[in-house]
Structure formats: C-alpha cells, structure tokens
C-alpha cells in the first residue's frame, strides 16, 4: 500500500512539473513573441516617422522655393506679376497651396493666383506682422488659421521682401492645406488609436491625424518631445500615456532639419 501511495505521489509531483514546465514555456514564448512585436512596432515607427519627416521637409522646401521665385519677380517687374499665369503654366502647384499672393507694405493682399474680391486687409495677420520690424531672413510658418482670401484651413508660410535699399515691400505667402499631411498621415494606417502630427517648436500642431480624425492647431505645449528637440535630442522616442485622451502609446519623433517643427 505504501509503495502505492508513494508511487502515486511521484506521478503526481511528475505530472505537476510537468505542468509547471509548460507554463513556464508558454510563458517564456509570450514573453519572446511581446518582444519581437515591440521590436518590430518600434522598427515601423522609427522608419514611417523618417518618411514623414522627408515628405514635411520636401513638401516645405518646395513652397519655399515658390516663395523665393516670386519674391524675386516681384522685386522685378512689381504688379506686373501675373500670379494666374504662373499657376496654369505648373509653376505654382495648385493640389497642394491653396492660395500664393502679395502682401503690400500696408497689409493690403494685392495680387494673389486666384480670384480676391474687394480690398484684403492682412495688417492684423500674423504671418505679416511678424516681417514689419525687421528682416529675419527667414520663412515664418504660422499656426493653421482658416485664410481670408481662400477660405479654408491653411497654413501660411511667408518670407519678408526687401528692396535693395532695405525698404520693407511686403510679404510673399504660400498658403498649404494643412489636410495635404494629414491625409498623408491616414494613408499610413497606424490604428484606430494611432497619432501622428506635424508639431510647431511653439507648441501648436500644424497638422494632427488620430485614427479617421484630422485636428488642426491642437494645443500640445506639454509634449516631451519639444523640451528633448530644445535640449539637442533631435530624435527619439518614449512611452506615455496622452494627456489628450490618457492612451498609453509608444511615440517616435524627429526634428525637421532647418524648419522650426
């Protein structure tokens, strides 16, 4: 009876080993599968935020370069500038700027490459206030605002011009439908819960895409990410639950070379 009994035992203790051991496997495989899958979400993210990067940067430096060109003409030949007929020849791309124009030294939106009915006043805008004082040499890139002359989100990049004798003569500005990146960010399909953005240094989103959802000019001033940009970290990532809506959430940044977002 006693050999029985301690048989019986020894195939229990066996059996419940047994299962111990499996545990601790299937447990050990879980573990190595969650680190695959956050090795290669992180891998994902790390490339699609590279992407988006590049697609900002080329998208900025193409209306940069719109605004330089006009900025040039306009110092030129004045309102002989025929901003219509640029547009129909694809100098001016018409799929991704919704207006260009000619700010004057008084504020008044004097020739643009679309239809402006009556007289425009933009002295209050700050995409013009800010080139009054001086001559930063800079494009200024605003917060998204909905534009007088088109009507729609936009927002305005604008450089200051300067005749030759340092006289202020107005502002070029190039207006971007903001939903030009967050279309782009939706084609990326990062989740129901996914967020991407183009983020201003001032704290204010250009652009933000969650889920099917478009945000412009969310107030985002408590991103770690501008503090670590503002520190010399201009890429990264971290884990933390959104102060918008409390989603933990696994976030890559990059800084956009010569542009403040």
Known sequence: MRQFQRTLALIWLAALALVLLTCWHVADLIKEDRQRQWTTAESDLANLTRVSQEHASRTLRSADQVIRFIQARYLEIGNKLD???LTRRGVIDAE???QVGIIDAKGIYVLANLPVTGKLDLS?????????AADT???????????RASGKWSIQ??????RANGE????????????YFSDFYGDLKLGPQGVMALLGMDGIGRARRI?????????????????AVRQGQLNGSYTRNSSVDQ???LYFYRKIPGYPL
């Not at 209050?124 to 080139?131: L, P, Q, S």
């Not at 990049?157 to 300067?162: A, D, G, P, V, W």
């Not at 889920?211 to 503090?227: N, Q, R, T, V, Y």
Request: hydrophobic letters at 40%; charged letters at 30%; a negative charge.
């Open 83 to 85: 901003l219509s007929d």
């Open 96 to 98: 991704i700027f919704n």
């Open 124 to 132: 209050d805008r700050e995409h013009f206030r800010v080139h009054v």
């Open 137 to 147: 040499g800079e494009l200024f890139i605003s917060k998204p605002v909905v534009g």
């Open 157 to 162: 990049l604008t450089r200051r011009i300067t």
């Open 168 to 179: 202020f003569a107005g502002v070029v500005v190039v207006s971007i439908d903001p939903t």
């Open 211 to 227: 889920g099917d959802a478009a945000e412009f000019g969310k107030e985002l001033h408590d991103s770690p990410m501008i503090e």
């Open 247 to 249: 989603v933990e959430r």
